[in-house]
């Protein structure tokens, strides 16, 4: 049955294997086995039903909670043909009566329901007179009130399972992991929990950076300017944010769309339905919007502040680059965001218990800011991973920006606040240490302070920004309220004492997700007239990745279009010619354009910079230096070295393993792990020899990994 599945797989999707977990997953339920599966966002959980629904007899039932998420699937599912249809409330009687009256004619292979129509009695009538195999429930943590997403709803699937004729196999997917919601999950719905197929939730095209103490607003600004052709997200707070935001892009000639609370039915659906389109290239927007997006095309997703805790973030950032194509999440922090959260959380009068996890998980998410080590690392280890090596791609991996020692502006900043008794906000500290003539300066005798004026030559926007900095680097402290106040913190008294430096790192600069190719903007023009001329979003025809491989393969026959990632018979069959007649055109005209023969890979290409930079170490390194005496010269962390070097070995680069590693450690290294777990380095650390370092311990890990 396995083989007729992989067939299926290359017929109908034009893919040629089964990605992580997909294989197991399917395997189970095609022995009947009620099954649950975990995989991240975009990792392929609709392949794990469609393609047992191609095999099995009969008609698979798909619970999906969510209405254009339906649509879009039944839309794609009719494209690569595969016959299939939705039942939700968008619909009226008589259309509900006719799709089931086609499915019990056996003309849909799926059958796509929302959780609520299990409410009604008629409708669970209708549904024992198909013949049913499988149930596959999409979203599953839905079922668990631990999650974030509870429907009560999804309570009554497993008895309407119960009643459905010949005992179909269950199959329950999500991405939200937690231990709590994996048991909630496989309690409900009697599925055994050693039937669970987890796979690794590392996103390996994505890139995580975090953003402190930027000017946020112009900084995004300029990035969807540069990335102006990309599709992309920007999570802001409140609804006075995103349409701050949405005018300012708009105003950049930035073709942005928004969505909150505050706008119609109407007017979100469109606003959404033009994202899909590919009509509007940013959308701005609350974390209302994205629920059910599964626009594979999205190249980058911005939070614009600080989420309330890891998963809604990983959620979120997660729906970029869910075709697998390198994609970016960035993560703006400001201090004050801490207070904003916090404050929210409080408001929610939620039982103690309840109160203290959530501000427990805000302060994770807080860690995860400040986090020196590899980002997606850290976010790995908080959904319960321990193997985990530097992924080489977030701004930790990456982070080569030369730092500057700033302490002594630091100091004056401290003494002033402390002058001014510790009880004002940035702002009116900034205008004391500009040297402002403003009326509350003047009234309260700042200007007759040693440090008013001492900073003059700059602005107060950008001391502002420096207090921002000495904040998310808890230099400073930020009392909550409605204005917040500021004080120093014990570590800023150290500052003053001169017992400790500051250290400024340069402006991260935005820079481009992609670089542009004339062909692939081309190609993508082409997807668009055909999508709306099909009245379905332009993913759905083809994803950015198949486009891309159609770059690289510049295919000219159907033979050769068929090889390209993506491409199945039908679709094959129904955009072949077109495609490969643009291209040839493309072709006659840019005579210099060349073919890959090679797979594409879908990993990141370095930039210059960053290239030049690790390779850079790694010559140094070879030269015999010490990693603490490379970050010296380069005027870099040791961390930041570390990582290059990880970075060259995941790479396949040559390293001499003795010298990182000596062999005699490796034995000690892995009894250490055995003993202790690999989800710290602190206590592995602690079980060894003090010669054996971190570094080391670190490149053990790296290793095996690459074996
Ligand atoms: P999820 O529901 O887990 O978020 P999807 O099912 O939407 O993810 O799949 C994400 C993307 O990955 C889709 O574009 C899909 O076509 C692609 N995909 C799924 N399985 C494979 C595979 N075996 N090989 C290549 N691409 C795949
Ligand atoms: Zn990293």
């Known amino acids: ?57 009969g008609i698979t039932l798909v619970i999906s909670p969510l209405i254009s998420l339906m649509k879009d699937q039944v839309d794609a599912l009719k494209q690569v043909g595969i016959p299939a249809a939705y039942i939700n409330s968008s619909m009226s009687h008589g259309e509900i009566q006719q799709t089931m009256a086609e499915a019990r004619e056996g003309e849909y292979k799926l059958l796509y ?51 459905l004729e010949g005992n179909p196999t269950i199959l329950a997917l999500t991405a939200t992991a937690t231990p709590e919601v994996r048991k909630d999950i496989c309690e409900s719905l009697d599925i055994p929990a050693e039937n669970t197929v987890i796979t ?39 609804r006075k944010d995103v349409d701050q935001l949405y005018e300012r ?49 999205v190249r980058y997703v911005i939070h614009y502040q600080l989420p309330k805790n890891m998963e809604s973030y990983y959620q979120e ?38 109160q203290r996890q959530e501000l427990l998980r805000l302060r994770q998410m807080v860690d995860y800011v400040h986090t020196e080590d590899c980002l997606q690392a850290a976010i790995l280890h908080y959904f319960g991973e321990s193997e985990t090596v530097p992924c080489g791609r977030c701004s930790n991996c990456t982070d080569d920006r030369k730092s500057v020692d700033v302490t002594r502006e630091a100091q004056m900043v401290l003494s002033c606040m402390i002058r001014m008794g510790e009880r004002f906000g940035k702002t009116v500290i900034a205008q004391v240490l500009t040297g402002s003539n403003n009326k509350k300066v003047r009234e309260m005798g700042f200007h007759e302070l040693s440090t008013y004026g001492i900073l003059k030559q ?58 542009d190719d004339e062909l692939f903007n081309h190609l993508r023009e082409l997807r668009k007239q055909i999508a709306a001329s099909e009245n379905v979003p332009p ?21 050769e279009f068929l090889t390209v990632k993506g491409v199945g018979a039908q679709k094959q069959e129904r955009y072949g010619n077109v495609f490969i007649e643009a291209i040839s055109r493309f072709c006659e005209e840019h005579p210099d354009r060349e073919r890959k023969t090679m797979e594409v890979s879908t990993k990141k290409k370095p930039t210059q910079e960053t290239d030049a930079s690790h390779i850079v170490s790694y010559e140094m390194y070879k030269q015999g230096r010490s990693i603490q005496d490379i970050a010296k010269e380069r005027e870099l962390s040791p961390q930041t070295i570390e990582n290059h070097l990880f970075r060259c070995i995941n790479d396949g680069m040559e390293v001499n393993w003795e010298e990182l590693l000596p062999s005699q450690y490796e034995p000690l290294i892995e009894q250490a792990i055995e003993a202790v777990g690999a989800e710290k380095l602190k206590p592995i ?12 311990i670190k490149a053990y890990m790296v290793k095996k990994v690459n074996q």
């Not at 083989?3 to 977990?21: M, N, Q, S, V």
């Not at 899909?276 to 701005?284: A, G, P, T």
């Open 539 to 559: 993913f759905v025809i083809f994803s950015d990745q198949t486009l891309q491989d159609m770059c690289a393969k510049l295919p000219q026959t159907a033979e």
């Open 1 to 57: 049955m396995l083989a007729k599945a992989t067939d299926d797989l290359r017929r109908y999707f034009g893919y040629d294997t089964f990605r992580k977990g997909q294989e197991e997953i399917i395997q189970l339920v095609l022995e009947g086995k009620d099954t649950a599966g975990i995989m991240p966002t975009g990792g392929g959980k609709s392949i794990c039903y469609q393609i047992p629904a191609m095999v099995l007899p």
């Open 113 to 163: 329901i929302a959780p609520e129509r299990l409410e009604s009695f008629s409708f669970l009538e209708e549904l024992k007179e198909l013949p049913v195999p499988l149930v596959a429930i999409d979203e599953a943590h839905c079922i668990s009130q631990w999650g974030h997403d509870f429907r009560p709803s999804y309570l009554r699937i497993q008895s309407m399972i119960g009643q």
């Open 249 to 297: 892009l708009q105003k950049k000639g930035v073709n942005a769309g928004r969505y909150h609370a505050g706008m119609s039915d109407r007017e979100r659906s469109e606003q959404q339905e033009r994202f899909l389109q590919d009509d509007v290239s940013v959308m701005v927007a609350t974390n209302a919007f994205g629920m059910g997006i599964n626009k594979s095309n």
């Open 685 to 696: 650390k602690e079980q060894l020899p003090d010669e054996i370092s971190y570094f080391m």
């Open 317 to 354: 950032a997660g729906r970029a680059g869910r075709d697998g194509l390198d994609s970016e999440c960035l993560l703006l922090f400001s201090a004050q965001d801490v207070q904003i959260q916090r404050f929210l959380i409080e408001q929610q009068h939620l039982h103690a218990e309840r």
């Open 200 to 238: 690794g939730f590392a996103r390996d095209n994505l890139a995580f950076k975090v953003l402190k103490g930027e000017d946020r607003s112009s900084f995004i600004a300029q990035y969807a300017e540069k990335n102006k052709t990309e599709s992309g997200i920007i999570y802001a707070a409140t």
């Open 458 to 515: 700059q602005t107060t926007k950008d001391i502002s920004e420096f207090i921002d900095f000495l904040t998310s680097n808890d230099y400073i402290g930020v009392t909550p309220g409605p204005y917040p106040v500021l004080n120093v913190t014990s570590r800023g008294k150290e500052v003053l004492r001169g017992n400790e430096t500051v250290q400024r790192k340069e402006r991260m600069q935005a820079a481009q997700v992609v670089q």
